[in-house]
């Protein structure tokens, strides 16, 4: 988030696709955070899939962790950030030890955006800060007129506006929980149709977050917690996660945006150490979504998580935008129903931010897929992109 430096965040009825379809995959609250925060997904099939039409026994969860380069994620600790940012060896943490749980949804998933691998995923730009990061994923719009982290609201429909015209939904059941209320302005266009919580004290409909005491006693635990590692009206991941997680489990919404942003404040005081044990907290929080999910499964309930980030890091890595086309590189990484078990994918094609969007909107049938996005049928089951095809 932030902008010091001239970066940061301070600074179809699912109509379909088709067109290009590229078959070509390789395919707890804690105070101390440790490096290692230990794998929660279990390392099963997800259960396989009837491609009957949705109802409203289906959850969609989209987690983006702020400005998480690609790097870290594929290719674990990066050996010139350690040495310069002084970690020791002990912390030299490969891929699967630092994200445990993103790589176990990748082996029963999909992912898009290694380093070197296919075409890759991006964020449109043309400035990768998170504003319009947020923007083209939340309205699948790869132009959305933000380009700055002070854009007005966004008058584009965004998922939960689409998830909000769903038969039977109330606004209760459409999530948007952050830590950064910047998030606010791409939350949706009629915030009044949804439950938005995006900071400590921001999104008009927050407090029907408080629909029990403890849910209550929550949100205000957020609120008196200082902004630290961010500024202002910042909300820390862990008690954004603790109040998300709550909301997940006892509500099953049937769409959840969740919103971690420690990552990025740490990486904008040029703390690498900080921002890998934010980017291991945010995988934990990352399981406890998946095994909330797994538990919606058994339950008969269908469930499909994607992972991702507004934008990455320049070289330097403490920042991020326009000036540094290298921070235009995301990653992606998707599980459950809908989603082919394939790992990693190497897209022909460049993908972009929207695309994850219109993805959703085709699995979903909510929306309508953007002209400008295409949904990523690489990472689709043959079923549900028959189906999509008919909607
Ligand atoms: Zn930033």
Known sequence: ??????????????????????????????????????????????????????????????????????????????????????????????????????????????????????????????????????????????????????????THPTLADDFAKLPDVSPLEIGVISSWDGIGRAAARDPSRATVSVGRHQGQTRDLLRYDAEASALLDAGEQAGPSPGYGDYRRDRDTAAIALRYLKKVKPRFLFLGLGDTDEHAHHDDYRGYLRALGHADYVVGQVQAALGEFEREGRRTTLMITTDHGRERDFDGHGGHAPESAEVWLVAAGWGIARQDRVESRSTRYLADVTATLRVLAGVGVVEPSSTALAELMEPAELRLSQVR
Request: net charge positive; with cysteine.
């Open 1 to 154: 988030m932030k902008t010091k430096k001239p970066i940061g965040k301070r600074g179809a009825s699912a109509l379909l696709v088709a067109s290009t379809l590229l078959w070509t995959s390789c395919a707890a609250e804690r105070t101390n955070i440790p490096l290692r925060p230990g794998v929660l997904v279990p390392r099963t099939r997800a259960p396989s899939h009837s491609p009957s039409l949705l109802n409203g026994e289906h959850t969609f969860v989209l987690v983006a962790i702020d400005g998480v380069r690609h790097e870290d994620v594929f290719e674990g600790v990066d050996p010139n950030l350690a040495k310069k940012h002084g970690l020791a060896a002990r912390e030299l943490l490969t891929a699967r030890a630092l994200t445990p749980n993103l790589h176990a949804l990748m082996a029963r998933g999909a992912a898009l955006g290694a380093p070197g691998s296919g075409a890759g995923i991006f964020a449109s730009g043309p400035n990768f800060v998170s504003v319009p990061g947020y923007m083209e994923l939340m309205t699948g719009r790869r132009t959305t007129g933000c380009t700055t982290n002070g854009c007005a609201a966004t």
